[in-house]
């Protein structure tokens, strides 16, 4: 029996209530073509496409609701998160500002044009914004961890970290419930300390350099360190023993966040610390020379294209393996694939392997693939974990950043403090990729003839 007009609504937004989004967008599909008038049909579309990673598919469904109600603050709010997802910044903030003149108590918008601000690279001006609005909701962290942000981009770093703390009343972490205390600055002579990561293995490579703050205190220091890490950080400094978990029988004074470590540093000291000294065990250092023996005599590339396919910005600061493919062009050089995981099933339907060699998805660990790095003439990657592995190593990197990209890197410049060395290389239209990486080939080939 055919459904009615009424039942197909009901239908879709159930399915995309349900998650089941593929079913939902085809009952939406078959309903507008019979009420291309429904505004908040069109809108759940486009709410749909952004949260199943059809950024440039959400933004065309939400400008047909908003030519249709361009009052409407539901819509207006969809309209300007998408454009927000795809750096039309300037266009989403006006939304948003408009938004609050009905509005002026809604702290998520106010969160919503510091974040723009910062994405623009305009770090004072989100600053300046967002310390004006947070006395109005000094309880909103949201707001705080913006501010957080716009202070990293800036290099106040100090009070950056101190503000990013509000991360852990914001909904995204489970808070800490440990059966010892959080370390406040109390004397360590003679006690455990227990130090535990961020959310990311890169954060945990990119902040372990202030693990020595803990150093001349007295204390015993655990690092908390998944198994992926454990032989890379083996010997860290500052450190006298790695395990791989908390338990309620873990035996310590205190526990204390890597992040916080490093504003504590900066509390004292505005210099940021050389990067964390890796261990890599001489078993990955063999793998390494025995899988690229045969390849010696070309100039070898290491390449990873994407971090975690979970991580919820990943589709933007990451591309695709057939990006890479025009530099196996240059002529001496030799891909090698760095990553392991399941992008990898792409990259072989289509042939890839045969033009970029695999040697990460046998890779047990993050040992190995410093190993395979320090086997390279160069590596390029995307940001991702393992462009804090490559900076910490010091080997040749050069990392190719989306548009709006991660604090560490800011928005303008080839250099970045945190990792004397590294070349960035940066993308000038959200999603599209051929640009910046024409001039990583361009850059290639002069490093090749000049390593010739």
């Given at each position: 029996?055919?459904?009615?007009?009424?039942?197909?609504?009901?239908?879709?937004m159930?399915?995309?209530?349900?998650?089941?989004?593929?079913?939902?967008?085809?009952?939406?599909?078959?309903?507008?073509?019979?009420v291309?008038?429904?505004?908040?049909?069109w809108?759940?579309?486009?709410?749909?496409?952004?949260?199943?990673?059809?950024?440039?598919?959400?933004?065309?469904?939400?400008e047909?609701?908003?030519?249709?109600?361009?009052?409407?603050?539901?819509?207006?709010?969809?309209?300007?998160?998408?454009?927000?997802?795809?750096?039309?910044?300037?266009?989403?903030?006006?939304?948003?500002?408009?938004?609050?003149?009905?509005?002026?108590?809604?702290?998520?918008?106010?969160?919503?044009?510091?974040?723009?601000?910062?994405?623009?690279?305009?770090?004072?001006?989100?600053?300046?914004?967002?310390?004006?609005?947070?006395?109005?909701?000094?309880?909103?962290?949201?707001l705080q961890?913006?501010?957080?942000?716009?202070?990293?981009?800036?290099?106040?770093?100090?009070?950056?970290?101190?503000?990013?703390?509000?991360?852990?009343?914001a909904?995204?972490?489970?808070?800490?419930?440990?059966?010892?205390p959080?370390?406040?600055?109390?004397?360590?002579?003679?006690?455990?300390?227990?130090?535990?990561?961020?959310?990311?293995?890169?954060?945990?490579?990119?902040?372990?350099?202030?693990?020595?703050?803990?150093?001349?205190?007295?204390?015993?220091?655990?690092?908390?360190t998944?198994?992926?890490?454990?032989?890379?950080?083996?010997?860290?400094?500052?450190?006298?023993?790695?395990?791989?978990?908390?338990?309620?029988?873990t035996?310590?004074?205190?526990?204390?966040?890597?992040?916080?470590?490093?504003?504590?540093?900066?509390?004292?000291?505005?210099?940021?610390?050389?990067?964390?000294?890796?261990?890599?065990?001489?078993?990955?250092?063999?793998?390494?020379?025995?899988?690229?023996?045969?390849?010696?005599?070309?100039?070898?590339?290491?390449?990873?294209?994407?971090?975690?396919?979970?991580?919820?910005?990943?589709?933007?600061?990451?591309?695709s393996?057939?990006?890479?493919?025009?530099?196996?062009?240059?002529?001496?050089?030799?891909?090698?694939?760095?990553?392991?995981?399941?992008?990898?099933?792409?990259?072989?339907?289509?042939?890839?392997?045969?033009?970029?060699?695999?040697?990460?998805?046998?890779?047990?660990?993050?040992?190995?693939?410093?190993?395979?790095?320090?086997?390279?003439?160069?590596?390029?990657?995307?940001?991702?974990?393992?462009?804090?592995?490559?900076?910490?190593l010091?080997?040749?990197?050069?990392?190719?950043?989306?548009?709006?990209?991660?604090?560490?890197?800011?928005?303008?410049?080839?250099t970045?403090?945190?990792?004397?060395?590294?070349?960035?290389?940066?993308?000038?239209?959200?999603?599209?990729?051929?640009?910046?990486?024409?001039?990583?080939?361009?850059?290639?080939?002069?490093?090749?003839?000049?390593?010739?």
């Amino acid at each position: 029996m055919a459904r009615t007009l009424q039942q197909l609504r009901q239908d879709a937004m159930k399915a995309q209530k349900d998650g089941a989004l593929d079913k939902a967008a085809r009952d939406y599909a078959a309903y507008l073509a019979q009420v291309p008038g429904d505004v908040a049909v069109w809108s759940n579309l486009g709410v749909l496409h952004r949260v199943a990673g059809r950024h440039k598919m959400a933004q065309h469904v939400q400008e047909r609701a908003f030519a249709l109600a361009p009052d409407d603050i539901g819509v207006r709010n969809n309209m300007a998160n998408i454009l927000s997802d795809l750096g039309q910044y300037d266009r989403s903030i006006q939304l948003r500002r408009d938004i609050l003149k009905e509005q002026p108590d809604n702290a998520q918008h106010k969160a919503m044009i510091g974040r723009s601000l910062r994405g623009k690279g305009a770090y004072a001006e989100a600053i300046a914004y967002l310390e004006s609005v947070i006395p109005d909701h000094p309880e909103d962290a949201e707001l705080q961890i913006q501010l957080a942000f716009a202070q990293l981009g800036s290099g106040d770093y100090a009070n950056a970290l101190q503000n990013y703390k509000a991360r852990w009343r914001a909904g995204e972490l489970q808070p800490r419930n440990l059966p010892f205390p959080e370390w406040q600055g109390e004397a360590l002579d003679g006690k455990t300390i227990v130090v535990l990561p961020e959310q990311g293995f890169g954060d945990a490579v990119l902040f372990a350099r202030f693990l020595t703050v803990l150093n001349g205190r007295g204390a015993t220091v655990q690092l908390v360190t998944k198994r992926p890490l454990l032989r890379l950080f083996d010997g860290l400094a500052g450190v006298d023993q790695l395990i791989p978990d908390l338990t309620r029988d873990t035996n310590a004074d205190y526990w204390v966040n890597m992040m916080d470590l490093a504003a504590i540093h900066f509390e004292d000291e505005a210099k940021i610390p050389a990067p964390t000294q890796l261990s890599v065990p001489d078993a990955a250092t063999q793998r390494a020379q025995a899988m690229t023996a045969k390849l010696q005599d070309r100039f070898k590339v290491g390449v990873v294209w994407t971090g975690s396919l979970t991580y919820k910005g990943n589709a933007f600061r990451s591309f695709s393996h057939t990006d890479f493919l025009p530099l196996t062009e240059v002529e001496g050089v030799q891909l090698f694939s760095l990553y392991k995981g399941p992008a990898l099933e792409a990259y072989y339907a289509d042939g890839s392997d045969g033009l970029i060699v695999d040697v990460g998805s046998s890779e047990q660990d993050f040992a190995d693939c410093a190993a395979m790095m320090q086997a390279m003439d160069l590596v390029i990657t995307s940001d991702t974990a393992t462009a804090h592995v490559a900076g910490s190593l010091g080997v040749p990197v050069w990392t190719v950043l989306h548009w709006d990209a991660f604090w560490v890197w800011r928005h303008q410049g080839e250099t970045t403090d945190w990792y004397p060395g590294m070349r960035l290389f940066r993308q000038r239209t959200p999603l599209l990729w051929s640009d910046v990486m024409a001039e990583v080939k361009t850059a290639l080939e002069k490093k090749v003839k000049g390593a010739a």
